[in-house]
């Protein structure tokens, strides 16, 4: 059964916030909605395969205002966006954007992010499904740091492929080509103020349109959807199998509370700096110790499946030792790929192991290099 087919009723009503680019998702035919960040977000709107087709060969739109923003601001926002992540963010000037975790006291992850910094004492953070806002608004209470947290009137729209490009010219101008990686601008779609950013979560071309005005939501889509039609814009959900292919972790799934930059092989994320920030202390020991379970690359045989739904155990010689975290069907590699959690010491490249796949029983699978594809990921940079 695909994950099309399998698409249980989400109830809607007003606790669950609606994005102001809803009501045109509706229009659009979308089918399916998860809950992510207290908000509704479109999981899909035709087939998982031919979404992923249309971002890798022409231009996707998908609504991520789920991706609530945290604004920092005041007389000590550096500092105290640096306290929230082992990231250095010396060298992150306005108008420029890092990839970050943000980590707790005994070096957890807390949730992945974008930070975006627009100004000298304005940072957004950019994150993954989970309370951050309360998360930092409660870090900022005895810190003794001058900082306001909020949550901006911000919805993001997301725009990649290698065709999405051409669509941001016509939206912007010529400078749009020139907006490099992980660079960002503060501007407007006639009249309509936004943050232009070659930001996202996809591992092709990607560009997110920050809208900065929720009322305008449904204009902005279709200003996009009118720009996007000579190359074959078509709305999208998030692509698992692209993300999986470049190497991108779902927190809550492939990473959580629990789990540390060192074990999901984000170790580069803790950077030398003589500043302090939440859980230095705790990553300097793990850093030094090492850790005992990893999160690791895996091809597993047989016929193709469906993104899991539940974690798949995974064996060693007949005994449970793991589980795979996320998995699905590569029709470019031809191949099915996820991530596994297993112990430190059966982590090495090249090691076989056993996974127990739903309706396809006890599956031959092999510790693999990721990301799967573009492991230099010169195709977002591109």
Known sequence: ?????????????????????????????????????????????????????????????????????????????????????????SRCAPGQALYVLL??????????????????????ISPGDGDVLLWAQGAALNSGMKVTITEPDVSPLQIC?????????????????????????????????????????????????????GSRGEELWERVMEAGKPYNIVPTGPSDIRRIEAGILNYGIDMTLENNPYEVGLGWQVEDQDSDYMGKAALERIAEEGVSRKLVGMEIEGDPVDLNMARWPVSHEGREVGFVSSAVYSPRLEKNIGYAWVPAELAELGMGLTVSVPELGDCAATIVPRPFVDPKKEIPKS
């Open 161 to 213: 492929g290698p065709k999405s490009p051409q669509v941001l010219k016509t939206l912007f101008g010529d400078w749009a080509l020139e907006l490099k990686y992980y660079r960002l601008k503060e501007t407007d779609v006639n009249g309509i103020p936004v943050v232009l950013a070659r930001t996202g979560w996809s591992g092709e071309i990607n560009y997110e349109i920050y809208l900065r005005d």
């Open 103 to 124: 980590t707790g006291p005994d070096g957890g992850i807390i949730n992945d992010a974008v930070l975006l910094r627009l100004r000298e004492d304005q940072y957004w």
């Open 1 to 89: 059964m695909s994950q099309m087919e399998f698409a249980p009723r989400i109830a809607m009503g007003p606790r669950v916030r609606k994005s102001p680019y809803f009501e045109a998702t509706k229009r659009y035919g979308v089918k399916s909605f998860t809950i992510y960040n207290h908000m509704f977000m479109p999981t899909g709107y035709t087939d998982p395969v031919d979404e992923y087709w249309s971002l890798v060969n022409d231009v996707t739109i998908w609504d991520v205002a789920c991706e609530r923003q945290i604004e920092i601001t005041g007389p000590d926002a550096s500092r105290f966006a640096q306290y929230l992540t082992p990231r250095n963010l």
